[in-house]
C-alpha cells in the first residue's frame, strides 16, 4: 500500500471540463475517443459501452480513461443510430443540450454529468492510460457520485474560490477512482507494474525530458544519453517497464499536447504541428487522424461544441 500512496502523492490532477448534459436522441457512437479521462454520472435514462451489455445504472458512473478508444450507447434505441465519433462530433448539438443552470443538475430527464480531467505521475505520464484499462462501471458509490456533481454545480456557478474548489475535488475524483481499483482487485498485476517503473529514476528522467523537449530531437540515441543506457537496449528498456515502445510513448504525447493547444489557443495547425515535433504539416495531420479518428480541425470544433 506505500507504493500506493507515493504514487497518488506523486499524482497531479487538472481539470478540464465539467458538464451536465440532456440527451436529445439515441445514438450509438463507435470509437469514442479522447486524450483526457472521463467520469460520467448518469442521473436519468440509460447510457451502455462495449457491446452494450454493460450498462450504467441510474446513480452510477462510467470511467473511461484516457487514451482508450470504446463505444458507448447513450439512450434506449441507441442501435437505431448507429454513427462514428467524427460525426458525432461534427453535429453534437443534434444529440447532446448542455444545461447552464446549476439548479437543474441531476434533476433532467434522460441526462448525465460529466468531468474530464488529467491525471499523471510526475506531471509526466498519464496514470490511468499507463495501465492500458479498459472503461469501467463504478457502482455502489454515492461519495464519488456526489463529488461528481459537486463539480459540475460549482462549475456553472460564480461563487469565489470557484477555480480553487473545483481543483480540490476533481483531484479527489482521481482518489477515490484509485482507492475504488485498489478495494475491488481490479487490474492488479497492471498496479503492480506502474508502482515499480514509477520508482525507477533513470525511466522518470525520461519522462521529464521527453516533456520538456517534446518538439525536439527525442530519438532513441537521445534518450539513451537520459538514461545512461547503450541506444541499443533503451527501446527494450523502456518497453520491459512501461509496456510501450518510447517512440509510441512520444507520438502520444505530441498528440496530447496537439490537442490541449488545439482547444486553448488560436495557433494554426501548421503551428500546432510544428511545436509538437512534426515539421511535416501533412504528416501531423495525418497521423493525428490516424490516432483520434477525426481532422485536428474537427477536434478545434468538437472543444467548441462541448463548452457551449
Known sequence: MEDYNKIIESLGVKYRRGKNIKILQSTKVENHYDVENYILLLHDGEISFGDGTEVVEKGDMLFIPGG????IWYGNNAEENI???EEFISNKDQYFEANEDATLVGKLPTSFSYVAFESKVFDSISFFASLDIPPFIISNNAGLAR???EV???SLGDMPGKSRMVHLKT???AVEIIRYILKNNMFVERLATNSTYFKDPRLIDIFNYIKEYLGGDLSNK????VANVSEDYVGQYF???TGIN???YIEYQRMEKAVHMLRTSNKSIREIGSEVGYKDTAYFCRRFKMMFGIPAGKMRRRDSLMNV
Open 68 to 71: 482508450k478508444q470504446s463505444t
Open 83 to 85: 454513427i462514428n465519433n
Open 147 to 149: 463529488i461528481v456533481k
Open 152 to 154: 459540475v454545480v460549482e
Open 171 to 173: 483531484e479527489q475524483i
Open 222 to 225: 537521445v534518450l539513451a544519453s
Open 239 to 241: 518497453k520491459m517497464l
Open 246 to 248: 518510447p517512440q509510441d
